[in-house]
């Protein structure tokens, strides 16, 4: 259940994330470094008055999720390709997440078309009560009706404060995935689209250059432990880049071995082909649903 402040904060959250989705456009161009793209889009959520949920995910062509710039990145997007930008911003922990997909001239240009239809439509129809798995099936169905073809194993997900995927999973395809949407919570309905003869699902890759708290408790030594809870004073549960922390190599090294910090592999879709993915964030009341983002 949310408080009516919660319900404020998500709702300026989304304004936020709106705002600078619509911008994107304006500010990509071809030869642009990942890095600038990540940051002018982190720095506008900044200035619009909320803070980065988490990295900017930067995914082009068959990269599915999960990759942001490392410190100094110096690779640019190149015309040809298919760019997801998925982004999310909080305002006190209560979190936004929306991506778009953008085609510099790239030959997949329908696929971007194809996954925001199938979630328009899955906008259109999802209500309190309703099954995740239905909402699943009617995703699949407009990608499949394109002669496209979902990401069977990257999902939606219910959000709460401070954390992005919260337990329940909104599936691309229809099955028996369980859970229902409920009043007074969170989520976010993202399709991803490949080719059919795609694998369709994606694996894990190199490291994403991004990375979270998953040991509350934090280390034992007490040097380690000051960065530690420097980390968690600023991004708590939410994911966050290697380039926004300051940490000598051996500490990372140290949080990672130890299972306190974990960094989030690269997804990418299992026979390397191209990957379009639409996403927003919906809040349900007791009886509305609305779109925030
Ligand atoms: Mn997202
Ligand atoms: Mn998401």
Redesign the pocket.
Known sequence: MLTEEEIEWTIKAGKITREVRNRIKYFIKEKMKILELCEIIEGEIRRLGGEPAFPCNIGIDYVGAHYTSPPKDDSIINYGSLIKI?F?AHVNGLIA?T?ITISLESDYEEMVDVAEEALDKALEVINIGMKVSDIGGIIEKVINSYGYKPISNLT??SISRYI??SGISIPNISGTHPGRIEPWSIY?I?PFVTLSDAKGEVINGPPGNILHIVKLKGPKDQKIKEYFDEIFRRYRTLPFAKRWIDLPEEILKNLMKNKIIYEYPVLIEASRKTVAQA?HTILTTDKEVILIT
């Open positions: 998925d999310g997440d991506a939606g997900h992005v995927h976010a993202e996403e």
